[in-house]
């Protein structure tokens, strides 16, 4: 009998990083003790005043009705303010604002505005898992170009240039990058907004969703860049920066064509993000920057520690992080090696034989368009990354 579920669903990818996540609780409640290294969550909470301004918020009673579709008017203004002041974005203003329930929930909402049967989009590889399900399931489809190891897994703009057809409708990238850490230079994105402006059809889609977390020095966005503010729709929102991952708050500022455009599309999906939520964010990106700041300097003295921890196990090859809070080593020295009953074939199996063997759970690179990687978080405890690189070290040793 046929499913009854759609064409779409069925051949819609499962999330690799929620999968192996969901493998590891699974794990854990059977009393097995598995340190997670897969999910791209802060292990940090929420900033005590932006909970206190959750707090506040609840006892004036004002944010319990449905919330603008857009977002709170001054949380709109806020973020623009932020993004003129500190993004260079100048033509940033409250309407090129639209807040969504998280970065993902604003990707979505854009390829659902922009895509139609059959356009193409550039995704430079390796790239966040949801990027290429989100295209296809808008009917679009995306064209990888991949970064290499040695050039820090940043794909270049001739290879941008060489990826174009006349279906080319956009091109996304994350910076800092999620999986690799990479961070585009200024010199860069120059390069890639010469290529992109060559094409007046085409957008840039920027995911700076990490873009507190980097330890390179100033973030570059590619909006600020003479002739980009109408080529470009940034993306960005509190999980990451802010430890608000379960807040759900993410925004885009875009060329108002674009924003009012998906404005109409949430309003048909979701409406307005949760008023409570947004007030909190609101607090965040307004407030006290410190605790963003020392979070960042955490991840930094914990990314020097894995490094050192890394070099450590024979056949891992890896590049240094200059953001976001993961690295992305390249482990072909293990492929058609055995132990324990398992045989690894590929980065698939890695994950899974050091799930099994030695209790740590990651994920593996090809759910980023790199199969011969597998992709390590550190928001984690100074604990537990030292013993997770203790057990893998083990593991891996014993393949042979």
């Not at 585009?184 to 990490?210: C, G, N, Q, T």
């Not at 109408?230 to 990451?240: A, L, M, P, Q, Y």
């Not at 024979?314 to 993961?326: N, S």
Request: aromatic share 8%.
């Amino acid at each position: 009998m046929n499913s009854i579920l759609s064409d779409r669903i069925l051949n819609m990818e499962e999330s690799a990083t929620l999968a192996m996540a969901k493998k590891a609780r699974e794990l854990k409640a059977q009393g097995i003790d598995i340190i997670s290294l897969s999910l791209g969550e802060p292990d940090f909470k929420t900033p005590k005043h932006i909970q206190e301004a959750a707090k506040a918020a609840i006892d004036e009673g004002k944010y319990f009705a449905y919330p603008p579709v857009a977002g709170y008017q001054d949380l709109r203004e806020a973020i623009a303010k932020k993004l003129r002041e500190e993004n260079n974005i100048a033509q940033a203003k409250a309407e090129n604002i639209v807040v969504s329930t998280g970065a993902k929930h604003s990707i979505a909402n854009v390829f659902m505005c922009m895509i139609n049967e059959g356009d193409e989009v550039v995704i430079f590889s390796p790239y966040w898992v949801s990027y290429a399900e989100i295209i296809k399931l808008c009917g679009g489809v995306p064209v990888l170009i991949e970064g290499t190891l040695e050039n820090n897994f940043k794909a270049t703009a001739a290879q941008l240039e060489a990826a174009i057809t006349p279906k080319t409708k956009a091109v996304i990238y994350s910076s800092p990058c999620n999986p690799t850490g990479s961070v585009f230079s200024k010199e860069e994105l120059e390069a890639i907004a010469e290529v992109v402006k060559k094409h007046p059809r085409m957008m840039v889609i920027a995911d700076e969703i990490y873009e507190l977390i980097n330890f390179a020095g100033k973030n570059y966005s590619i909006a600020s860049f003479p002739g980009m503010f109408e080529r470009t729709i940034t993306v960005n929102g509190f999980s990451k920066g802010y430890a608000m991952t379960g807040w759900r708050v993410g925004y885009i500022c875009a060329p108002l064509e674009i924003a009012k455009a998906v404005e109409k599309m949430q309003g048909q999906f979701t409406s307005g993000g949760t008023g409570i939520a947004q007030r909190a964010a609101l607090a965040g990106i307004a407030g006290d920057q410190t605790t963003s700041r020392e979070m960042t300097e955490a991840y930094l003295r914990r990314r020097n520690l894995v490094m050192g921890l890394l070099k450590d196990i024979p056949g891992i090859k890896t590049h240094v992080p200059e953001g976001a809070f993961y690295f992305f080593p390249d482990v072909t020295a293990f492929f058609g090696k055995s132990a324990h009953g398992y045989t690894v074939n590929n980065a698939d199996d890695l994950c899974l034989y050091l799930l099994a063997v030695a209790n740590v759970s990651l994920v593996t690179g090809s759910a980023f368009g790199a199969p011969n990687c597998i992709r390590l978080s550190y928001a984690a405890s100074d604990e537990e990354l030292v013993e997770a690189l203790k057990r893998m070290k083990k593991a891996l040793g014993e393949l042979a």
